[in-house]
């Protein structure tokens, strides 16, 4: 039993060596880059009035870092669904998902959350008090 507490030891590290060896994809610039072509590029849908909440896309980054497959995986309404995935494909090749040196091809998703300027002051006034 105490030969292979070295040897399970050993196994284990190697594994963590080559986990740490995965980078994941990132939009170019990095998330505040992101941040703000999601502010200078989201239009709040026409012809609605009200909504509050949170559309998250997936989508596949190509090893060459084209966005493709995107979908929504948890939605709003279907003006704020297509607006979230209008923006997504408007953004440039993103860096891709590197493992051992070389891009591949990963899956990622993210949160795109729309809310109203009254929600920002109630959410500000209950920070205040």
Same mark, same amino acid.
């Given at each position: 039993?105490?030969? $292979?507490l070295? #040897? &399970? @030891?050993?196994l284990i590290?190697?594994?963590?060596?080559?986990?740490?060896? $995965? @980078?994941?994809p990132?939009?170019?610039?990095? %998330?505040n *880059?992101?941040h703000?072509? &999601?502010s200078k590029? $989201?239009?709040?849908?026409? %012809?609605v !009035?009200?909504g509050?909440? #949170?559309v998250? #896309? !997936?989508?596949f =980054?190509?090893?060459?870092?084209?966005?493709t497959? &995107?979908? =929504?995986?948890? +939605? /709003? @309404?279907?003006?704020?669904n297509?607006e *979230? $995935?209008r =923006?997504?494909a408007l953004?440039?090749r993103w860096?891709?998902?590197?493992?051992? +040196?070389?891009?591949i091809?990963?899956?990622?998703?993210?949160? #795109?959350?729309f809310f @109203? /300027?009254? *929600?920002?002051? =109630?959410l %500000?006034?209950?920070?205040?008090?």
């Amino acid at each position: 039993m105490k030969k $292979l507490l070295p #040897i &399970l @030891t050993i196994l284990i590290c190697s594994i963590n060596a080559n986990a740490q060896k $995965l @980078t994941p994809p990132h939009f170019r610039g990095g %998330d505040n *880059a992101f941040h703000n072509f &999601l502010s200078k590029n $989201l239009k709040w849908p026409k %012809d609605v !009035s009200s909504g509050e909440g #949170i559309v998250t #896309i !997936s989508f596949f =980054v190509e090893n060459d870092g084209r966005l493709t497959d &995107l979908k =929504v995986v948890k +939605g /709003m @309404t279907e003006p704020f669904n297509k607006e *979230a $995935l209008r =923006v997504i494909a408007l953004s440039e090749r993103w860096v891709p998902a590197m493992r051992d +040196g070389h891009f591949i091809k990963s899956k990622y998703s993210v949160p #795109i959350q729309f809310f @109203t /300027m009254q *929600a920002v002051q =109630v959410l %500000d006034s209950t920070k205040a008090n």
